[in-house]
């Protein structure tokens, strides 16, 4: 239930925030008419609005962040016993938290070594890109500087990381740039017809050689790195297609060129497993983590590496510029590696990993279920509890349905008490995969109310 004390004046509440609040990714127009909605409590899967409205939360706090699900009293008295010892010094000194959590990681990761603290998922990506350029000047005269991404593929809001942004509409009015960001195709196969030569056969392999393709007009000695999301999220949800890591990690190997996996979704149990990657089997250079790794609690995120990229950094007094000069000042806060290694435990200690392969499963099969009856479904796709719907107008032309339908099924949603989202403000004329991403607790009742919600929103909306 809400607790009052915290919301004894919601109408003033609502009037503070719109006045003076700016909401991430929102058009504020419609707050004029409509009161902006306001999460005030949460407990497990639900959560409770400033108006006592509760909702099943599909989406982990809307962007695939509160992993092991709301009011976790041992994650919140860790932090606090933490930040009474010690809240916070530079991470240029080590802390208890931090080398306990470090150790824990890479026990997860074999093949990597070395754990570098900031505190958003940009920032990690960009800890990442500035660790692959440094690479370049220290074995390639600095020649060896650009960074591959792909298409329908995000990284993060700052700028170096919209250079390297693959969805379009989130770029739009914010460049110039960072040069050096070079973009490849994307691995969407029930998109393949609308690119040129996609093959019906082993599209994997295809979409992994577009990746070589790119090396070889750009000169295979001027590209340092390739950053990929191992299932690209808010892009619509892309598993990769059979066959395109092997071939990606291939070429990673024959170019000489560091692989960048950008975990800040699917890292800590997303998919079934700790990290995405490890579903393929390919042995990343970078390993970067945000949302999942404390479920919001506190803000932690990683970029992780092995020893071999530490080695190249170590301190060498000929060179005085050779080390890593980056900081992160909030990258020594306690509380993110504190709430960290409580979340982690959970994970472990909850068989949470085996219950989102098990829930993953029964949420695609209602999925499926879904598709057989509502033709305005084209495809689902996913992996564990993180799944995606793609709405079609046209189920042989794969024609997108109007962005204005797909809001307005995730707001009928809403209004039957579950909160969905959508591949949103992301790609122009593509923002049509409702997307799924429910707490790593969710039990069968729970994956059978959203989709029992997605089925009469799909019926109101589209018939
Ligand atoms: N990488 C991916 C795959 C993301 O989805 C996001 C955020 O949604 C980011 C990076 C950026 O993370 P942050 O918002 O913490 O900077």
Known sequence: MIDTVHANDPSAVIEADRAHVWHHLTQHKPFETVDPRIIVEGRGMRVWDIKGKE???AVSGGVWTVNVGYGRESIVRAIADQLMKLNYFAQSAGSIPGSIFAQRLIDKMPGMSRVYYCNSGSEAN??????????????????????????RDYHGSTLAAMSAGGQDERNVQYGPFAPGFVR???????????????PSEHYGEWAADQIEQVILREGPDTVGGLCLEPVTAGGGV???????????????????ILLHIDEVVCGLGRTGTWFGYQHYGIQPDF?????????????IACCVTTEAVFEMFKDD??????????????GGCTAGPAAA???????????????????????????????????????????GLFCGAELVADRSTKEPVEEAKVAAVVAECAAQGVIIGASNRSVPGRNNVLCLSPALIATPDDIDEITTAMDRALTKVFS
């Open 55 to 57: 909702y099943l939360d």
């Open 126 to 151: 960009e800890k990442a890109f500035k660790m692959i350029r440094q690479i370049a000047y220290k074995r390639y005269g600095g020649k060896k500087y650009k960074i591959l991404y792909r298409e």
């Open 184 to 198: 490849v195709p994307h691995c969407l196969e029930y998109r393949r017809h609308e690119q040129e030569g996609a």
């Open 238 to 256: 892309i598993t990769p297609p059979d066959g395109y890591w092997e071939k990606v990690q291939e070429i990673c190997r024959k170019y000489d």
């Open 287 to 299: 390993v970067t983590m945000a949302k999942g790794v404390a479920s919001g609690y506190a803000a």
């Open 317 to 330: 007094p000929s060179d005085k510029l050779g080390y890593f000069r980056d900081i992160s000042t909030f």
């Open 341 to 383: 290694i409580e979340n982690m435990r959970i994970i472990e200690d909850e068989n949470l990993l085996e219950n989102t392969r098990k829930m993953g499963e029964r949420l695609m099969n209602n999925l499926h279920e879904l598709m057989s009856r509502h033709r305005v479904i084209g495809d689902v796709r996913g992996k």
